[in-house]
């Protein structure tokens, strides 16, 4: 079983959609949580980040954390065709070593 | 100046070539990470640098050779790679780890495309 866990899409929806993207895990060592976003051809860009169950939001981004659940998710309300992107989650220990754990990403497309 | 610089974007070599990506931050972060990143597939850890030392190595074939001059930059020497080490190489940067309160938020350049023929 992986560490992390998240459906690799594609994900295709009409623009101004509600969209939910998901990832579990079942390492309960982890305590910080991600979103990135990846364009086609360029590095991945922070979105996202919490350590606290709950939610947090930023704009049109809200990012939900489960610990209980092993379970976090990020919202993305009145998507846009400017977030069609690879979206990755990625997750880190609190205690010892710089590693992230990323999800394998889910390709999102917002079709106009 | 919030942003990780990595040059060249794109690099073809053959597998007797010796080449060298860089990358450069002047953020102040104390952590630098090399990663590979195959198409459609998350990127995967290849090393850590931790105030210039190499803190992590992912088992990562010798032909990858990193370097840390300075707190500022990041090299990745290449030689004698194979085709299948083709893929998008991507230079991070954070805070790194500070008083135990973990990484948090890196920082991607927008990488190096390599092709090995």
């Known amino acids: 079983q992986k560490e992390v866990e998240q459906d690799p899409g594609p994900l295709s929806v009409p623009e101004g959609a509600i969209v939910s993207l998901n990832c579990t895990y079942s390492?309960?060592?982890?305590?910080?949580f991600m979103w990135y976003r990846q364009y086609s051809r360029k590095g991945p860009e922070l979105l996202m980040y919490?350590?606290?169950?709950g939610n947090k939001e930023d704009g049109r981004f809200t990012a939900q954390v489960d610990k209980s659940s092993k379970y976090i998710s990020l919202f993305i309300r009145d998507s846009q065709p400017s977030d069609s992107a690879t979206y990755l989650c990625?997750?880190?220990?609190?205690?010892?070593?710089?590693?992230?754990?990323f999800g394998t990403g889910t390709r999102l497309t917002i079709i106009p | 100046d919030t942003e990780v610089t990595q040059t060249p974007k794109h690099l073809v070599m053959g597998m007797t070539n010796k080449k060298s990506l860089k990358c450069e931050q002047h953020?102040?972060?104390?952590?630098m990470y090399w990663y590979k990143q195959k198409a459609k597939k998350p990127p995967e850890l290849m090393f850590v640098?931790?105030?210039?030392?190499?803190?992590i190595n992912e088992s990562v074939p010798s032909r990858f050779s990193p370097e840390c001059p300075n707190s500022s930059l990041l090299n990745l020497h290449l030689h004698a790679l194979q085709p299948e080490d083709s893929a998008l190489y991507l230079c991070?940067?954070?805070?790194?780890?500070?008083?135990?309160?973990?990484?948090?938020?890196?920082?991607f350049g927008s990488g190096t495309r390599l092709t090995v023929v």
């Open positions: 919490t350590y606290s169950s």
């Open positions: 953020m102040g972060h104390r952590a």
């Open positions: 390492n309960s060592a982890f305590q910080y």
């Open positions: 990625a997750m880190e220990t609190r205690f010892g070593n710089e590693k992230l754990t």
């Open positions: 991070a940067s954070s805070q790194g780890q500070t008083r135990g309160q973990g990484v948090f938020g890196y920082t």
């Open positions: 640098y931790s105030y210039e030392k190499l803190s």
